[in-house]
């Protein structure tokens, strides 16, 4: 079963870099439980970092991965329209040849009963 977030322990290598850090930065007549509190605090603190980075990582999947769809999608919407173009390309070459031809057939005509 799954762990509740508030109950998770932190991870052995956090304890001991928050300690490293809280050590490094302990101040002369510093009691042990101050810096006990003091490695508790930045180990809170990377705790919430690593949270929120990996929030970060989850929403830039989640953003690539939309990006994919929406590019596959396109490109699966060009793919079928690529066929009805061809078709309507010959649609004004039609037009304008039977338009060349009914003028043309008009000329012959008014000059036949013209003369």
Same mark, same amino acid.
């Not at 031809?101 to 005509?109: C, R, T, V």
């Given at each position: 079963m799954a762990k509740s %977030? *508030?109950?998770q322990n932190p991870?052995?290598?956090?304890?001991?870099?928050a300690m490293q850090i809280a050590r490094a930065t302990q101040r002369p007549g510093q009691t042990k439980e101050q #810096? %006990?509190? +003091?490695?508790?605090?930045i180990q %809170?603190? +990377? /705790?919430q970092y690593k949270k929120q980075h990996k929030a970060k990582l989850r929403e830039m /999947? *989640?953003?690539k991965k939309k990006e994919q769809r929406s590019k596959q999608l396109d490109a699966?919407?060009?793919? !079928? #329209? /690529?066929? =009805?173009? !061809?078709?309507t390309n010959k649609? =004004?070459?039609?037009l304008l040849t039977l338009s060349w031809?009914?003028?043309?057939?008009?000329? +012959?005509?008014s000059l036949l009963y013209t003369t």
């Open positions: %977030k *508030k109950n991870s052995q290598e956090t304890v001991t870099e #810096t %006990k509190l +003091i490695a508790m605090g %809170k603190g +990377i /705790d /999947d *989640k953003r699966e919407i060009t793919e !079928q #329209t /690529d066929t =009805p173009q !061809q078709s649609l =004004p070459w039609v031809l009914l003028f043309a057939s008009y000329l +012959i005509a």
